[in-house]
């Protein structure tokens, strides 16, 4: 009976493949129905027809076997089959993977080689295979995606979907920026896809929120490894909805999960929404409106104020013009100056030496800020290369935020040193009237008759005002200082040491200092690099630089023609010759901050110039 069944098994072999006798008359090959009488016991005629390698001869892959009386004779024996004869690709993709370099061999996948059938991309298969190996597969199976692909769900992540069918690659160790990239790479791809998110009912703004969140930028741009990653949040393998008390996300688990990285972190520091949507009204309102109002702050000042430049722009050059013409024409009046080159002291050494503390601060601030803020720009990326990556980026930020608190406090001893201390008082004079004087930078009803003043001369309805020792815009950028200390400083702080503020604040106060620092960085890089420049160096009488910051003097034309109220003011108190420069700045100390303050200006520029070209949608990854 049994060699009945074997013949019919061999005829139907032969109908499957017609030409193999032929082949084996002229050498090609042994036909497979010789093989078969020995061996029977290993291959099942019906199941290797119906397998993948149905229509390949025995020596196809025992290709040592060329002579069958050999073979008989046991001279030559079948070696391990070759499968890179026909599995060129899979089998490069194998040679470099984990499995190779482990002694994971084709066969040992693959030991069904005599039945293997096509998989047809179910991916139940890959998981039976990979859980014969894998014993600790149990949180696999158990997850979302898991049960999903059990079910039946074919985009529903299977072992081959992180990991790739053959080109498995060495995680090494977990700290390795390959490890900590994978974590988080692999992820993208499904959760990347909205329309496949919309179709499963998952939360379709995961990897946009990420992307946009401190831990999403320094993935982007190439420092994986110092940030946390989909996995840290989420696991690898046990992946589960965030109402599942097992999740790693469920709200009683969450203080543990954080305090995987923050070892410090409290319940009130987990309340931090990992994927907010500062653009979703509904869900994390105060984000939301945060957002807003940082927004019409932007919109607000910038519209104020480069209406202003635009307007001080147009009416310069137009007078410019008109004292050209009335010079050449001789119709203009001269008044004539005595000693017009005379220096005088307008900034003291100590005054110079806090402007150079606040350019170094601000541009190493703005050098290592707007990568972090356009990350997915590709200058963004050879920025924070040229700086050793985010770490030693952010290691620069920092130090020049401590910069940043030192001229601040500064500002506030030499403020109160003003106020309080100084030995010039006038007779009357007291810490209020000095607060609203002349030489003080806070704002006074003189500054809202400049104001009106230069509209007018913006709109030709009158002459230009003559200013005392400061001007309405110079009292407005010093100011902003104590603004910004408050809303960058302070923000600056909360996301510098989080888990302090984590003590007593709740974690979405930091999706609201993050957003709060973005932007009021981005509002003063914006104003110091349009508005601030054109006011100090780029108006008509000032371009290309205004270089009384650097050597703290002017010269006695310019003193007159710029701040005319101020020198009367000096004239009627005789204190003129008080301010009078005992020398003038040498040829050496002038190159050295000259060189410095165009090497700062022209940075600014660029600097504007890249923030330009990535709101004008310039190219990202």
């Known amino acids: 009976m049994n060699c009945r069944i074997l013949v019919l098994a061999l005829l139907a072999f032969a109908m499957l493949f017609p030409n193999l006798s032929a082949q084996a008359e002229n050498g090609m090959a042994i036909a497979p129905e010789i093989c078969l009488e020995c061996h029977d016991d290993v291959v099942s005629p019906i199941a290797y027809g119906a397998s993948v390698h149905g229509t390949n001869a025995c020596t196809s892959c025992h290709t040592a076997v060329t002579s069958l009386d050999e073979h008989m004779s046991g001279d030559v024996m079948p070696e391990e089959p070759k499968c890179v004869r026909c599995h060129k690709k899979e089998t490069s993709e194998h040679y470099s993977s984990v499995h190779k370099l482990n002694e994971v061999s084709c066969a040992d996948c693959h030991d069904d080689i005599h039945t293997h059938t096509y998989w047809k991309g179910e991916k139940t298969k890959v998981i039976a295979k990979c859980t014969s190996c894998h014993d600790d597969h149990e949180d696999y199976i158990d997850s979302s995606h898991g049960k999903a692909v059990m079910a039946g769900n074919p985009d529903s992540a299977a072992c081959n979907d992180c990991h790739g069918l053959h080109k498995i690659g060495q995680l090494g160790d977990p700290d390795s920026h390959i490890n900590r990239e994978f974590h988080t790479k692999v992820c993208l791809k499904c959760h990347g896809d909205k329309e496949m998110m919309d179709r499963n009912g998952v939360f ?142 307008r900034f003291k050494a100590r005054h110079i030496f806090l402007h150079l503390t606040v350019i170094i601060s601000f541009l190493g601030l703005t050098l290592t800020g707007l990568p972090l803020k356009f990350a997915d720009q590709r200058w963004a990326t050879g920025m924070m290369d040229f700086f050793g990556g985010t770490y030693y980026a952010g290691l620069i930020h920092r130090g020049c935020a401590i ?81 910004g200390m408050f809303a960058i400083g302070g923000s600056g702080l909360m996301l510098w040491f989080p888990e302090i503020f984590g003590y007593f604040l709740p974690g979405w106060m930091f999706n609201v200092a993050t957003i709060i620092h973005s932007d009021e960085a981005l ?81 600014g520029l660029a600097c504007l110039f890249l923030m330009i070209f990535a709101f004008m949608g310039g190219s990202g990854h």
């Open 523 to 603: 509002l003063a890089t914006g104003f110091i690099f349009t508005v601030h420049f054109y006011n100090t160096h780029g108006r008509p009488e000032k371009f290309p630089m205004d270089f009384v910051i650097f050597n703290g003097q002017m010269a006695k034309e310019e003193f007159i023609e710029e701040r005319g109220d101020q020198w009367r003011r000096y004239e009627e108190e005789g204190t003129t010759e008080e301010y009078v420069c005992q020398k003038v700045s040498g040829p050496v100390y002038d190159f050295c901050l000259k060189a410095f303050g165009y090497i700062a200006l022209f940075t």
């Open 204 to 345: 379709s703004v995961a990897v946009s929120t990420y992307m946009s969140s401190y831990h999403g930028k320094n993935f982007k741009l190439g420092s994986p490894d110092k940030v946390a990653g989909c996995a840290d949040c989420h696991t690898a393998h046990n992946v589960l909805p965030k109402d599942d008390p097992s999740s790693s996300v469920n709200i009683a688990n969450l203080t543990g999960t954080c305090a995987q990285c923050h070892p410090n972190a409290t319940p009130l520091f987990a309340k931090f929404n990992s994927h907010g949507d500062m653009h979703d009204r509904e869900n994390y309102p105060i984000s939301y409106w945060t957002f807003v109002s940082m927004t019409g702050l932007l919109v607000g000042t910038f519209a104020v104020f480069w209406i202003h430049t635009l307007l001080w722009m147009v009416r310069g050059f137009v007078e410019n013009r008109q004292k050209l013409a009335e010079q050449h024409s001789g119709n203009k009046e001269e008044h004539h100056i005595t000693e017009p080159h005379k220096q005088y002291v």
């Open 403 to 483: 910069l940043t608190f030192y001229y601040f406090v500064s500002a506030l001893i030499l403020s109160f040193d003003f106020l309080f201390l100084s030995k010039k008082k006038r007779p009357g004079d007291m810490w209020l009237t000095r607060l609203f004087g002349p030489d003080s930078l806070c704002p006074n009803l003189r500054d809202i008759r400049d104001v009106i003043g230069m509209v007018r001369w913006f709109l030709f309805l009158g002459p230009k005002p003559t200013f005392e020792r400061w001007t309405y815009w110079e009292k407005f950028d010093f100011l902003a200082v104590f603004w």
